[in-house]
């Protein structure tokens, strides 16, 4: 008879499954491989009919994932102006080291959101003091959402240059 499982192993199999979510890799594509070898002339370039650049979608992703992170974790939270705060001035890169700025940044908070979740001292269903409502799991699974959608997105657009 298979061994029941504890609130203990459930909720160790429910942040793992968490952690997963949040890297990808399972349902769509992984950071890491929507990033890697994009050429730098693409990296700026919208395709006929798209809105954004790779860059804009980058930037997008780094700085939402950002404030989510920053909304869990910081009592003085102050929310960024809908939606200018939210996308990048400019549709290429500033410079020449802003997309490796980026990308290294967006692990950066990914692995802090994953590492907050991993923690088993991490309440997940506590309501967060500063909101109204959220949670440590909805934040979670707000960011893996927000990624994938765009994520997906940043494929299309590497298919629509020529450059998947």
Known sequence: ???????????????????????????HAAFEKAVKGLPVS???????GAE???WEVLEHLRIAQWDILDFTRNPDYQHLPWPEGYWPATAAPPDDK??????????????????????????????????????????????ADHNAYHLGELVLLRRLLGAW
């Not at 991993?118 to 949670?135: F, V």
């Open 42 to 48: 693409l990296r700026g370039k919208r395709p006929g």
């Open 98 to 143: 802003a997309w490796d700025k980026s990308m290294r940044a967006f692990r950066r908070d990914l692995k802090a959101i994953s590492d907050l979740v991993a923690d088993p001292g991490t309440n997940l269903y506590a309501k967060i003091s500063h909101g109204n409502g959220q949670t440590i799991l909805r934040e979670a699974l707000l960011v």
């Open 52 to 54: 954004h650049s790779p």
């Open 1 to 27: 008879m298979p061994k029941k499982k504890t609130s203990a192993d459930r909720d160790a199999s429910l942040r793992q499954h968490l952690i997963e979510l949040l890297t990808g890799g399972n349902a």
